[in-house]
């Protein structure tokens, strides 16, 4: 059964990618970053809301998804991201700022667990 997607939820799923892509990373694997997410996600979909009707995330990430179903409009996605929460004098989380998903997957499952710490 799916599992709707609440903050709680989209910090446990958020985690749970980005250490398993860390793990990948760290075993030598030779995909990108955005096709570890992609084969995270297809492994795990079973766990998302609306699978069989909305069979894609937004930007492939728990948290993208879990703004833009706050936003509906999808404007203000870095705004409303679950890490930005724990920092409001942040106008927007970016995920893509000094410690990157994209160049260094490790160092940021490692940034959002010292961001999941302080919830």
Not at 73 to 79: D, E, K, L, N
Not at 85 to 107: A, H, I
Request: net charge positive.
């Amino acid at each position: 059964m799916s599992k709707k997607l609440t903050l709680n939820r989209a910090w446990s799923l958020c985690l749970a990618m980005w250490k398993w892509i860390a793990k990948e990373v760290k075993n030598g694997s030779k995909d990108s970053n955005d096709v570890l997410k992609e084969l995270w996600l297809e492994k795990n979909k079973k766990q998302w809301e609306d699978w069989a009707t909305h069979s894609w995330l937004e930007n492939d990430c728990p948290f993208c998804e879990y703004s833009y179903r706050k936003d509906k409009v999808g404007q203000h996605i870095c705004t409303n991201c679950p890490a930005r929460l724990l920092n409001p004098k942040l106008r927007r989380y970016w995920c893509e700022g000094n410690v990157s998903w994209q160049d260094d997957p490790r160092k940021f499952y490692q940034k959002i667990q010292r961001l999941n710490r302080k919830r």
